[in-house]
T-cell receptor, first 114, second 119 residues
C-alpha cells in the first residue's frame, strides 16, 4: 500500500534558525511529490512540488526540498524561519495514476518562537 | 470569485439532519476531490470525480453521498451522520491531461474547507 511518513508531528524552533521537516514515502517506479502548508482555519496551499528534472526544488518564500530516490525521501528545509512560517506542513505523494490521487503524511506542526 | 470556494464554512448539525456541502472551482479544472481532515489523523481521500464521473470511492459510508453535476461544482450530501464524522471537509480540484500515453500530474488546489460538527 502507498504510504507517506512524516517523522515529526511537531517541530518547535526559534526565529531565524534553520529547520528541516522530514518526509519518507513508500517506493514506487514513478512518484510525484508535494509539500502543502495549512495556516489556521484555512485550506491547504501548495508550497512546492517535484514532478521531474532537478531533484532540488524551491518555493518563492525560501523553502526548498530535495527528492532523494535512493532514500525515498523528500525533506523540506529552510535556512532561516520567520514567525509567519508557523503552520502545519503536509507531505504528499501521487503515484502514476491518471486521477492524481494524493496520499498525505500525518502533518508536521512547525511553531516558530520569537 | 477565483480559485476553489466552499460553502458553508461552518456547519453544526444533529444526527437526524440532512445537509449538503458545496464546492465550486473557477479554474477550468476537470477533476475534483473530497477529503476529510480529522484531528490527529492524516488527510483521507473520500471521493474522486474526473470529467464529472466518480472514479474512486474510498470505502466511505453511504451516509455521505457525493454529486458532481458539472465540472465546476461538487456537492457532498450528508444524512444521519455520527459524532465521529465531525471534521474539516476539504474540496480540491485539478487539471489533468494525458498526452502520448503519459499522465501529467499537476497539483491539486484546495478550498478553505467546511468545519462540520455533528451533535
Amino acid at each position: 500500500a502507498q504510504s507517506v511518513t512524516q517523522l515529526d508531528s511537531q517541530v518547535p524552533v526559534f526565529e531565524e534558525a534553520p529547520v528541516e521537516l522530514r518526509c519518507n514515502y513508500s517506493s514506487s517506479v514513478s512518484v510525484y511529490l508535494f509539500w502543502y502548508v495549512q495556516y489556521p482555519n484555512q485550506g491547504l496551499q501548495l508550497l512546492l512540488k517535484y514532478l521531474s528534472g532537478s531533484t532540488l526544488v524551491e518555493s518563492i518564500n525560501g523553502f526548498e526540498a530535495e527528492f532523494n530516490k535512493s532514500q525515498t525521501s523528500f525533506h523540506l528545509r529552510k535556512p532561516s524561519v520567520h514567525i509567519s512560517d508557523t503552520a502545519e506542513y503536509f507531505c504528499a505523494v501521487s503515484y502514476s495514476t491518471s486521477y492524481g490521487k494524493l496520499t498525505f503524511g500525518q502533518g508536521t506542526i512547525l511553531t516558530v518562537h520569537p | 470569485e477565483t480559485g476553489v470556494t466552499q460553502t458553508p464554512r461552518h456547519l453544526v448539525m444533529g444526527m437526524t439532519n440532512k445537509k449538503s456541502l458545496k464546492c465550486e472551482q473557477h479554474l477550468g479544472h476537470n477533476a475534483m476531490y473530497w477529503y476529510k481532515q480529522s484531528a490527529k489523523k492524516p488527510l483521507e481521500l473520500m471521493f474522486v470525480y474526473s470529467l464529472e464521473e466518480r472514479v474512486e470511492n474510498n470505502s466511505v459510508p453511504s451516509r455521505f453521498s457525493p454529486e458532481c453535476p458539472n465540472s465546476s461544482h461538487l456537492f457532498l450530501h450528508l444524512h444521519t451522520l455520527q459524532p465521529e464524522d465531525s471534521a474539516l471537509y476539504l474540496c480540491a480540484s485539478r487539471k489533468w491531461s494525458v498526452a502520448g500515453g503519459t499522465s501529467y500530474h499537476n497539483e491539486q488546489f484546495f478550498g478553505p474547507g467546511t468545519r462540520l460538527t455533528v451533535l
